[in-house]
């Protein structure tokens, strides 16, 4: 098994710019790509980024591409994502995923583990 737990969401002014993590647990020396999902009321879980195992490749949804980066430290097993240029339409709950493969992918329903989010609230 694998836990992730995110952390680092919280009201933040538009424009502005926000730190997240997800640190992994158990069995993480299995896990391969891992990704950002959001979640905002009344609306569909969407991709927000993947990194490969090395950290090496990054995918990013249109949405989050020159805004937002993210980045891995294996040695920590911790993955991060850093927000800048925030906008209202950023608000979410954001989840952090892991899955067993060698591929990044978009498709949440890919995904094996997930964590339990963390909301990211921007004011206009």
């Known amino acids: 098994q694998v836990q992730l737990v995110e952390s680092g969401g919280g009201l933040v002014q538009a424009g502005g710019s926000l730190s997240l993590s997800c640190a992994g647990s158990?069995?993480?020396?299995?896990?391969?790509?891992m990704g950002w999902f959001r979640q905002a009321p009344g609306k569909e879980r969407e991709f927000v980024a993947a990194?490969?195992?090395?950290?090496?490749?990054?995918y990013y949804a249109d949405s989050a591409k020159g805004r937002f980066t993210i980045s891995r430290n294996n040695a920590k097993n911790t993955m991060y994502l850093q927000m800048k240029t925030l906008k209202s339409d950023d608000t979410a709950v954001y989840y952090c995923?892991?899955?067993?493969?060698?591929?990044?992918?978009?498709?949440?329903?890919?995904?094996?583990?997930w964590g339990q989010g963390t909301q990211v609230t921007v004011s206009s």
């Open positions: 995923a892991a899955r067993f493969s060698t591929t990044m992918t978009s498709d949440p329903d890919e995904y094996d583990y």
């Open positions: 990194i490969s195992w090395s950290g090496g490749s990054t």
């Open positions: 158990g069995r993480t020396s299995s896990i391969y790509p």
